[in-house]
């Protein structure tokens, strides 16, 4: 059974600039959650995928959107970068969205903007 | 905006001291769950809790959930190096997660 894995590792970006972020949920799974963690802090969450549609979202503007794919894999765009956008951007995937789940989370891209 | 506060926000003991870390919340919570985060990882789930009043034993961490559904605690005993790290808390429903309680066990 593969974990949740994310890419790239580390980025480095220019403000103003679009960033894209990737995660393969484990095997099996069919929702997929992001979370900013700052610095210090417990992660936020952005949005959850379920079934490749948008399942919920949190307190980010539309310049975060996401994508899940067929095979249930996902991306995180920002556009228009932020230097509060520098965090530590974690992708969870579970079996169930909504109801009682446990979340698998990947090691995390950190992404720094200048 | 936390939902979720934990207490204390740190802590540092020696090996084999005992310990407890708090989640509170004003909101009511089918269920909640206490992850713990190393340095450069992901949050790694050690427990659900569902009903008010369960306890949950893993290994020396004691995990109880408020008879509310609105609070949650951890307990460790004889605390080992290898406890330190973030231990944080969330509530099912709307995922969020507090801001955490950074563990440093010294040997």
């Known amino acids: 059974e593969t974990g949740v894995t994310q890419s790239p590792t580390h980025l480095i970006k220019t403000r103003g600039q679009q960033v894209t972020l990737r995660c393969s949920s484990q095997?099996?799974?069919?929702?997929v959650s992001w979370y900013q963690q700052a610095l210090g802090q417990g992660p936020q969450f952005i949005f959850q995928y379920y079934r490749e549609e948008e399942n919920g979202r949190g307190n980010f503007p539309p310049r975060f959107s996401g994508l899940q794919f067929p095979n249930y894999s996902s991306e995180l765009n920002v556009n228009a970068l932020e230097l509060d956008d520098s965090a530590l951007y974690l992708c969870?995937?579970?079996?169930?969205?909504?109801?009682?789940?446990?979340?698998?989370f990947g090691p995390g891209t950190r992404l720094t903007v200048t | 905006t936390q939902l979720l506060e934990q207490s204390p926000q740190f802590l540092s003991i020696q090996e084999g001291e005992n310990l407890t870390v708090y989640c509170n919340s004003s909101s009511v919570f089918s269920s909640l769950q206490w992850y713990r985060q190393e340095p450069g990882e992901g949050p790694v789930l050690l427990v659900t809790?569902?009903?008010?009043?369960e306890v949950k034993k893993l290994k020396r961490l004691t995990f109880q959930f408020g008879d509310a559904r609105k609070d949650s605690s951890l307990h460790i005993t004889a605390a080992q190096p290898g406890d330190t790290g973030l231990y944080l808390c969330a509530g099912e429903g709307d995922m969020r997660f507090g801001a955490g309680t950074r563990l440093t066990v010294k040997p």
């Open positions: 095997s099996g799974h069919n929702t």
């Open positions: 969870a995937s579970s079996l169930t969205s909504g109801a009682l789940y446990e979340q698998y």
């Open positions: 809790v569902v009903t008010g009043g």
